[in-house]
T-cell receptor
Framework: DAGITQSPRHKVTETGTPVTLRCHQT?????MYWYRQDPGHGLRLIHY???????DKGEVSDGYSVSRSKTEDFLLTLESATSSQTSVYFC????????????FGDGTRLSIL | GIQVEQSPPDLILQEGANSTLRCNFS?????LQWFHQNPWGQLINLFY???GTKQNGRLSATTVATERYSLLYISSSQTTDSGVYFC????????????FGTGTQLKVEL
């Protein structure tokens, strides 16, 4: 499958602490995405990137920031984690052409106590 | 935005049975993906199918964009088919962003 690595795979932390999740790809794809998955909501887009230093908000971006300083890495940061951000986070990538399929990483399970 | 409705929400099958999962859209979509989320949480691409029919082993998918639906067929189901099936449409206008349905939870029993 597509070369996507998410780290960490599991994390437990406390409310108010900063958290950074990393997505690393080896496919040299232009587009990268962060989604969260919650019961009853399916997957929802948080932020996405269309190139190095080029990012935009998704459907549920409040409380999250992202950065992309290299093609292969896309970071998701929770500046001050809240319990409502407990979720499973997925990174995805897609190629630099119109209407290309997305491929997903294995997810990060984040619990905020 | 476009609403995505999947049916049925839950489905239990005996091994060897066939099934059809449906994805309805509130407006025409240009492109669509089907995914299987296995019991370990991994999201597996099944089909990228803007229109027409595609087959991959025991699975096939059909999208009729003009009538705003897509179907996923599972034949001769196996216990390894258990999990959640999602459809998602790709927004036009750049970014290849996906909007997901809420999924169909499938359990295949012996």
């Amino acid at each position: 499958d597509a070369g996507i690595t998410q780290s960490p795979r599991h994390k437990v932390t406390e409310t108010g602490t900063p958290v950074t999740l990393r997505c690393h790809q080896t496919e040299n794809h232009r587009y990268m995405y962060w989604y969260r998955q919650d019961p009853g909501h399916g997957l929802r887009l948080i932020h996405y990137s269309y190139g190095v230093k080029d990012t935009d908000k998704g459907e549920v971006s409040d409380g999250y920031s992202v950065s992309r300083s290299k093609t292969e890495d896309f970071l998701l940061t929770l500046e001050s984690a809240t319990s409502s951000q407990t979720s499973v986070y997925f990174c995805a990538i897609s190629a630099d052409r119109v209407n290309q399929p997305q491929h997903f990483g294995d997810g990060t399970r984040l619990s905020i106590l | 935005g476009i609403q995505v409705e999947q049916s049925p929400p839950d489905l239990i099958l005996q091994e060897g049975a066939n099934s059809t999962l449906r994805c309805n859209f509130s407006d025409s979509v240009n492109n669509l993906q089907w995914f299987h989320q296995n019991p370990w949480g991994q999201l597996i691409n099944l089909f990228y199918i803007p229109s027409g029919t595609k087959q991959n082993g025991r699975l096939s998918a059909t999208t009729v964009a003009t009538e705003r639906y897509s179907l996923l067929y599972i034949s001769s189901s196996q216990t390894t088919d258990s999990g959640v099936y999602f459809c998602a449409y790709i927004l036009t206008g750049g970014g290849n962003k996906l909007t997901f349905g809420t999924g169909t939870q499938l359990k295949v029993e012996l």
